[in-house]
């Protein structure tokens, strides 16, 4: 039944397998993002370990009060929270609306079937 609903209304379905590739070269794009920030946020991560042995040292040979060794973490705790929380609010609102247009089509396109076979069977 889908096969033969399919090819009456192809240019809708032929718009729902569109909507369905973009959706796949958004994950691919999102993938590829999510590398790159890791791979950043991973060397910065790396600096400021540097940076606190660095500070460890220093503060162990009492040149360093301990408040500038443990307020080495706090940029890129920062950094990382509100990279976080952006990522968090763009996916949420950004995966929504792909998942409600994609839905509404494909219901429109159900609907459209189930009417043009009760109007054909009359």
């Known amino acids: 039944m889908n096969e033969i609903n399919k090819t009456t209304n192809d240019p809708v379905w032929?718009?729902?397998e569109k909507e369905k590739k973009r959706d796949l070269l958004i994950k691919r794009i999102s993938r590829?993002?999510?590398?790159?920030?890791?791979?950043?946020?991973?060397?910065?991560?790396?600096m400021t370990?540097?940076?606190y042995h660095k500070l460890l040292g220093l503060y162990r040979a009492g040149v360093v009060p301990y408040d500038s060794l443990s307020q080495t973490f706090?940029?890129?705790?920062?950094?990382?929270?509100c990279l976080s929380l952006v990522v968090a609010i763009l996916?949420?609102?950004g995966m929504f609306l792909r998942l409600?247009?994609?839905?509404?089509?494909?219901?429109?396109q159900r609907l459209a079937n189930l009417e043009q076979m009760i109007t054909s069977e009359k």
């Open 91 to 93: 996916t949420t609102i």
């Open 100 to 108: 409600r247009t994609t839905s509404l089509l494909e219901v429109q």
């Open 74 to 81: 706090i940029p890129f705790l920062i950094v990382f929270g």
């Open 49 to 51: 370990l540097q940076e």
């Open 32 to 46: 590829v993002a999510w590398g790159a920030t890791l791979l950043v946020l991973s060397i910065y991560l790396i």
């Open 14 to 16: 032929a718009m729902i």
